[in-house]
């Protein structure tokens, strides 16, 4: 009789091991807002010089963040706000070519994020500030069938980390990378 009960005590242990739950997701609230944001390659930029047509442009960032602009030369926008731009072209602008040039740059389009894995449309779409997995998801075009809805890995462009069991309000920045797991049943 001992031994009966022995073996249905390391059973259960051994079903309720089984059972445990995973870890809790893990939760993010790093969101980047558009004042915030630090321009890099795939940005799409417009600068605009008021009564200035031949100083008004768009661009797009390629890996070395910098543009020749018209009269200043070399412009580093890589790892700098629109609005450090802004000032950087109004301050070089009044040294002898403009008296008081009115500047505005702003983000035409951000650089992408990538969904892959078990999502109805995998692809890269633009980062919009506020991005969270769920938006990610949602433009993705949803889950299919085969997904597993928990097994959600996040790799971070800026390290290159791979964050597994991410919860769905976790932030995702331009160049990350969403993983939708499959499930097996």
């Given at each position: 009789?001992?031994?009966?009960?022995?073996?249905?005590?390391?059973?259960?242990?051994?079903?309720?091991?089984?059972?445990?739950?995973?870890?809790?997701?893990?939760?993010?609230?790093?969101?980047?807002?558009?004042?915030?944001?630090?321009?890099g390659a795939g940005d799409t930029v417009n600068i605009n010089v008021a009564n200035q047509p031949d100083l008004t442009m768009r661009v797009v960032l390629d890996n070395s963040g910098a543009i020749n602009y018209p009269y200043i030369g070399n412009l580093v926008l890589k790892g700098k706000t629109a609005s450090q731009v802004d000032a950087e072209i109004t301050q070089r602008l009044r040294k002898g070519y403009l008296l008081q040039p009115m500047v505005t740059v702003n983000i035409a389009e951000f650089r992408k994020f990538y969904v892959s894995g078990e999502i109805e449309n995998p692809n890269g779409y633009a980062y919009e500030p506020g991005m969270t997995v769920e938006k990610a998801i949602a433009l993705g075009g949803g889950f299919t069938d085969r997904a597993d809805r928990k097994d959600l890995s996040l790799r971070k462009a800026s390290t290159g980390e791979l964050l597994k069991n991410v919860d769905v309000t976790h932030s995702v920045h331009p160049g990350d990378i969403l993983i939708i797991g499959m499930g097996f049943f």
């Open positions: 009789m001992k031994i009966m009960n022995l073996c249905v005590l390391v059973l259960l242990s051994v079903l309720l091991a089984g059972c445990s739950s995973s870890p809790p997701p893990l939760k993010d609230d790093t969101t980047v807002n558009a004042e915030q944001y630090l321009l």
